[in-house]
């Protein structure tokens, strides 16, 4: 079974706390550091909210944020708690039974994930990234990668639903507003269709990575 193994979230960690700085950081049942406890738009943990087919999006108090404890479900590593990247691979093995591999980053998703991994036989799922303004459509399961100029991270939600005929997208996130959401979706966004092109209308964005099964 693929995992994603303890010492690589460890790396994944190092590397996040050389740019927060360690102040920021906690391990496993040590008290959460004022970052994590203070001036929080939800308390850290809390539930946001939860999208079709129950998939739970929980607090990281703010971007700034990090805890090193890593979530896992039957015995597969979904990532540190309460981040972007852990939800997206969350979302991904409880809906398809799929998982990609580490990154230090979310916005390294665009460059270095090219494939999910289905846990049950350790088939490879091709991933498409479609930059914003392809003729691609997006699609429920597809992965919205943001640039690392947003949070110096870049940051990445799910879409979940797509709604051609009001042109917006809902999408189920951790970590980017820390908020609770307003019904079964974090946000939704407006598409606009120009030139043959679809356009996300959200800064940031690079573009969208759909799962070719």
Same mark, same amino acid.
């Given at each position: !079974?693929? !995992?994603?193994?303890?010492?690589?979230?460890?790396?994944?960690?190092?590397?996040?706390?050389?740019?927060?700085?360690? &102040?920021?950081?906690?391990?496993?049942?040590?008290?959460?550091?004022?970052?994590? =406890?203070? @001036?929080?738009?939800?308390? /850290?943990?809390?539930?946001?909210?939860? &999208?079709?087919?129950?998939?739970?999006?929980? =607090?990281?108090? &703010? =971007? +700034?944020?990090?805890?090193?404890?890593?979530?896992?479900?039957?015995?597969?590593?979904?990532?540190?708690?309460?981040?972007?990247? *852990? /939800?997206?691979?969350?979302?991904?093995? %409880?809906?398809? #039974?799929?998982?990609?591999?580490?990154?230090?980053?979310?916005?390294?998703?665009?460059?270095?994930?090219?494939?999910?991994?289905?846990?049950?036989?350790?088939?490879?799922?091709?991933?498409? +990234?479609?930059?914003?303004? &392809?003729?691609?459509?997006? #699609?429920?399961?597809?992965?919205?990668?943001?640039?690392?100029?947003? /949070? #110096?991270?870049?940051?990445?939600?799910?879409?979940?639903?797509?709604?051609?005929?009001?042109?917006?997208?809902?999408? #189920? *996130? @951790?970590?980017?507003?820390?908020?609770?959401?307003?019904? =079964?979706?974090?946000?939704? %966004?407006? /598409?606009?269709?120009?030139?043959?092109?679809?356009?996300?209308?959200?800064?940031?964005? %690079?573009?969208?990575?759909?799962?070719?099964?």
């Amino acid at each position: !079974m693929h !995992m994603f193994t303890q010492r690589s979230l460890i790396c994944a960690f190092v590397v996040c706390c050389s740019l927060l700085g360690e &102040s920021t950081c906690v391990a496993a049942g040590e008290a959460l550091p004022k970052v994590c =406890s203070e @001036q929080c738009s939800t308390p /850290y943990g809390d539930v946001l909210g939860r &999208s079709p087919g129950h998939v739970v999006a929980f =607090s990281n108090c &703010s =971007s +700034g944020c990090v805890v090193r404890e890593v979530n896992t479900i039957d015995g597969t590593d979904t990532g540190l708690k309460w981040q972007c990247v *852990e /939800y997206a691979r969350r979302w991904l093995l %409880i809906k398809r #039974g799929a998982v990609f591999d580490d990154v230090e980053i979310a916005a390294d998703i665009w460059n270095k994930i090219d494939h999910l991994t289905q846990v049950s036989d350790q088939t490879v799922i091709p991933l498409i +990234g479609h930059l914003n303004g &392809s003729d691609q459509l997006p #699609g429920v399961g597809d992965l919205l990668v943001y640039a690392n100029a947003l /949070y #110096g991270t870049g940051h990445v939600a799910v879409i979940i639903s797509v709604d051609p005929k009001e042109n917006l997208i809902k999408v #189920g *996130e @951790q970590n980017f507003n820390n908020r609770h959401w307003p019904a =079964s979706h974090a946000r939704q %966004i407006d /598409y606009i269709k120009k030139d043959d092109g679809y356009w996300i209308l959200d800064p940031f964005i %690079i573009g969208w990575k759909h799962a070719v099964e």
